[in-house]
Antibody, heavy 121, light 107 residues
């Protein structure tokens, strides 16, 4: 059974940094692209970032470009999101998401439970 | 960037009803359209991908149709557990975008 468990969410001041982790199990992690999607309190879903299966290709939404870094450790079956220069508007639940397949790289078949990042002074 | 617009934003229905939710893309996305269900306090769950393919484990009362720019999600014979928020999402290209969501409430 696929499991994605996020951690690292916290309360941080504007301008601060945080690293989110997503521990994966139940599938061959190194074979799948992974993504981060976030959801501000009471709001809809917002796409954040993507990484391919071997980590050599990444993508960022304009709202986080140059501030967030996605990377992965296929030996540890773990996905990361390094967040810097955090803003109040980055406050959200961050979901780690698994790609359905290579053909459907932008379809998300499993989601973690989410980790809450609160940016506030 | 491709924008996704869902309608209605909310609707009320009764157990046993048939409901339809619409999603429109700002440009053609072929069949690269996915539907997700999000129950309160839970992560979204994939229901339909590639416009009309039912995800493994999703109930057969859910169905999707459409191509190009116009898509629909239909739920036949609503069950109590179906009252949730539904999101469409295009997978045509990056950046991915979600619709704003449709809240399905019990009448």
């Amino acid at each position: 059974e696929v499991h994605l468990v996020e951690s690292g969410g916290d309360l941080v001041q504007p301008g601060g940094s945080l690293r989110l982790s997503c521990s994966a199990s139940g599938f061959t992690f190194s074979s799948y692209g992974m993504h981060w999607v976030r959801q501000a309190p009471g709001k809809g879903l917002e796409y954040v970032s993507a990484i391919n299966n071997n980590g050599d290709s990444t993508y960022y939404a304009d709202s986080v470009k140059d501030r967030f870094t996605i990377y992965r450790d296929n030996f540890k079956d773990t996905l990361y999101l390094q967040m810097r220069s955090l803003r109040v508007e980055d406050t959200a639940v961050y979901y780690c998401v698994k790609t359905l397949s290579d053909t459907y790289f932008r379809t998300f078949d499993f989601w973690g439970q989410g980790t809450l990042v609160t940016v506030s002074s | 960037d491709i924008q996704m617009t869902q309608s209605p934003s909310s609707l009320s229905a009764s157990v046993g009803d048939r409901v339809t939710i619409t999603c429109r893309a700002s440009q053609s996305i072929s069949i690269y359209l996915n539907w997700y269900q999000q129950r309160p306090g839970k992560a979204p769950k994939l229901l339909i991908y590639a416009a009309s393919t039912l995800q493994s484990g999703a109930p057969s009362r859910f169905s999707g149709s459409g191509s190009g720019t116009d898509f629909t999600l239909t739920i036949n014979s609503l069950q109590p557990e179906d009252f949730a928020i539904y999101y469409c999402q295009h997978g045509h290209s990056l950046p991915i975008a979600f619709g704003q969501g449709t809240r399905l409430e019990i009448k």
